[in-house]
């Protein structure tokens, strides 16, 4: 039911009377803009003008000097450089900073001439270069920022955010130097392997030149392994003939001990020469027997012998092939030599038999001859003796002769099996040196070598490998306007408040008439609803026009004004209409409650729970949703958001009715109030 034109201008008829009542009415259409334009003004850019805020830098940093990789020495100031980034940098997000000590700083700081002060120690540089030394005594540096809560507390965080990003800076600075280091040391690498590369092919050539003299040796030691063996074989030849020819001749010399009796008494008769020679004859038959009876089995005894060391050849030759068996079966193949040796002796021996006979035959014709022989038979003894010693002389020598070959055959075995582990040693050399070579090359090539600005990008990058991305949807372009929608909500409602410090919510004439009550809660709605949008109007007028506020959607900024105007005012009219004076004070309580609840600073989950509860349920959550879909963009939730406020100013207008028709009835309480404001 709309109501009669006539009743909502009761109202505002009555506010024409004074001059002072229309002041009034001007003053409750410009309140919101004391809260709303003033608020948005007074925070629009503050992190744009930190330029007008000043604060101290003191540099106590002391300059060191480092070795680079060529060997000169560089002086390194981190903290002028810090320093100088902080004092030359004119950005307004950016303190207005100023070089000065530690006193003055702290007096400073005290007394809020300084909002921050930054103390740089006298080890940073130090310890920005200590990377480069031993690891042990490598450091962080640190940095003393103090800000004072008792002066602003806000300002502790910006003065922390600004360090944050001087810090930040100054860290990639340092470290692409350091990477830039590392990155020419690469070509330092490269060469040196490259040089050792080139070192381990010589040491190669030298081991395949090794490996050829190494394998000659073996040849030759092996040889010389063969000869001492063939030598020890003859001389344990010889030992055994120069035993048996000793032996012989020391038989000999016993047989013929009176033999120079024998010839003296030839000599002394005639008459018994034939009986001499007879006993003679027998003597070196007898002899002769003895000799032949004792290599009489020679043969035998060296067949056997030649037979073991086939057999030996042969195990040898089945089971371990090597060169020595080839020894074995030479030294049995030289028993024919040794048998033909004895056999000669053997000869002799029959052939001494047959000369003795021959004489004992002829010893009649050699008669006369028989003082001669007498007087040569001493000097035969005499070399019959010096023979027996000459041939056991000869025995000793051979016999060492023989243990001397054989030792020397052991160790000419030896020194072959040594050079052959030699050639294989100087041929593992060969290939580990040439592995080596090719692993040192491909190592070399493998270290890249970069350029001036191959090694600034690298250490760019790999210093600060992640840049900040970070994309605002819907982005605004100050911090003003980020708060924009939190106060125009706020500017509205107090307009709201304000307006039922002056308008009724529904006045007497159309209480004391017959209208209905919803026609009267109308009606007294109305002339508020005029002059919120009046308020809205004129709010975001001055916010746009004189602020500088930029809305995305300037038609939903305006819709947005008015419907928060129209239930706003809705609402106050309600608690003063329900609640008479008390309703203001509710009004008060209501605002406060919705300004935590709203969560138009930081997101609402970051409040207690208690307020989580109430911030959809209170209007102004969706108003402040609704500034900010006009000042930012997105309007993905503006049809809920209407619809929300929609629903709030019909349950304010219900429940105002349902004060009017209370209104209507005539009680003792409204005759006599209790309360007058």
């Avoid at 000793?246 to 002394?268: H, N, V």
């Avoid at 080596?436 to 001036?452: H, I, Q, R």
Wanted: glycine letters at 10%; one cysteine or more.
């Amino acid at each position: 039911m709309i109501p009669s034109p006539s009743l909502p201008w009761f109202e505002l008829a009555r506010l024409r009377r004074s001059r002072l009542a229309r002041a009034a009415v001007v003053a409750v259409t410009i309140v919101p803009l004391l809260y709303g334009a003033l608020y948005i003004w007074a925070n629009l850019d503050p992190t744009g003008n930190l330029d007008q805020v000043r604060a101290a830098v003191v540099n106590e940093d002391e300059i060191v000097e480092v070795t680079g990789p060529d060997g000169t020495t560089q002086p390194v100031a981190i903290g002028r450089v810090l320093a100088a980034d902080l004092i030359g940098d004119d950005d307004g997000s950016n303190y207005d900073w100023v070089l000065t000590d530690a006193e003055d700083a702290s007096d400073g700081l005290a007394s809020g001439e300084y909002k921050a002060v930054l103390t740089i120690p006298a080890n940073l540089s130090a310890a920005a270069t200590s990377t480069s030394g031993d690891p042990a005594e490598a450091v962080q540096g640190q940095l003393d920022l103090r800000t004072n809560d008792g002066v602003n507390y806000i300002n502790g965080t910006i003065a922390e955010r600004i360090l944050d990003a001087a810090r930040t800076a100054l860290n990639a600075q340092v470290t692409e130097t350091y990477l830039d280091n590392v990155y020419l040391g690469f070509s330092d690498i490269r060469a040196s392997l490259q040089e050792a590369a080139d070192g381990a092919a010589k040491l190669a050539g030298g081991a395949r030149q090794l490996t050829d003299g190494t394998a000659a040796a073996e040849s030759g030691a092996q040889q010389l392994a063969d000869g001492n063996r063939a030598l020890a074989d003859g001389a344990a030849q010889l030992d055994g003939a120069v035993a048996q020819l000793a032996s012989g001749l020391g038989l000999l010399r016993s047989q013929t001990s009176t033999l120079t009796q024998d010839t003296q008494r030839l000599a002394d008769g005639a008459g018994q020469v034939a009986a001499g020679t007879d006993q003679i004859n027998q003597t070196v038959q007898s002899v002769t027997q003895q000799l032949l009876d004792a290599t009489s089995n020679a043969s035998a005894d060296i067949d056997a012998l030649a037979a073991q060391l086939t057999a030996l050849a042969d195990q040898c030759e089945a089971e371990v092939p090597v060169e020595g068996c080839a020894a074995l079966r030479e030294a049995a193949n030289q028993s024919d030599e040794l048998k033909a040796f004895v056999g000669t002796v053997r000869g002799q021996a029959e052939q001494v038999r047959a000369d003795t006979a021959t004489l004992a035959a002829g010893a009649n014709q050699v008669a006369a001859g028989n003082r001669q022989l007498a007087g040569a038979v001493p000097t035969l003894i005499s070399a019959l003796d010096q023979a027996a010693g000459g041939a056991s002389a000869l025995a000793d020598g051979s016999g060492r002769l023989a243990d001397g070959a054989a030792t020397a055959a052991s160790g000419a075995d030896e020194l072959a099996a040594g050079v052959g582990q030699l050639v294989d040693g100087a041929e593992q050399l060969v290939t580990g040196a040439s592995d080596l070579a090719d692993g040192l090359a491909d190592g070399a090539d493998e270290v890249p070598v970069y350029g001036d600005e191959e090694r600034a990008n690298l250490a760019s990058t790999v210093a600060t490998p992640i840049e900040d991305a970070a994309k605002r949807v819907n982005g605004v372009e100050n911090y003003g306007t980020a708060l924009a929608p939190y106060f125009m909500a706020l500017a509205l409602w107090v307009g709201a408040m304000a307006i039922y410090l002056l308008l009724r919510p529904f006045s007497d004439r159309a209480i004391a008439s017959t209208a209905g009550s919803a026609r009267i809660a109308l009606a007294g709605l109305a002339p508020g609803v005029v002059l919120s949008a009046v308020q809205a109007l004129l709010l975001v007028a001055v916010v746009e026009g004189a602020v500088g506020i930029q809305p995305a959607d300037r038609l939903l900024l305006v819709g947005t004004a008015l419907a928060a105007g129209v239930v706003f005012t809705a609402l106050n009219q309600m608690f003063i209409a329900l609640f008479g004076a008390a309703g203001r004070f509710l009004a008060l309580v209501v605002v406060s409650l919705q300004l935590t609840s709203a969560g138009g600073t930081y997101p609402i989950e970051t409040a207690p729970g208690f307020f989580n509860f109430f911030h959809d349920l209170l209007p102004m959550t969706y108003v402040v949703d609704l500034f900010r879909a006009a000042t930012a963009g997105g309007g993905q939730s503006v049809a809920r958001d209407f619809s929300a406020l929609g629903v709030f100013t019909v349950l304010a207008l219900s429940v105002t009715v349902i004060a009017a028709h209370r209104r209507q009835r005539v009680t003792m309480g409204r005759l006599h109030p209790e309360l007058v404001v």
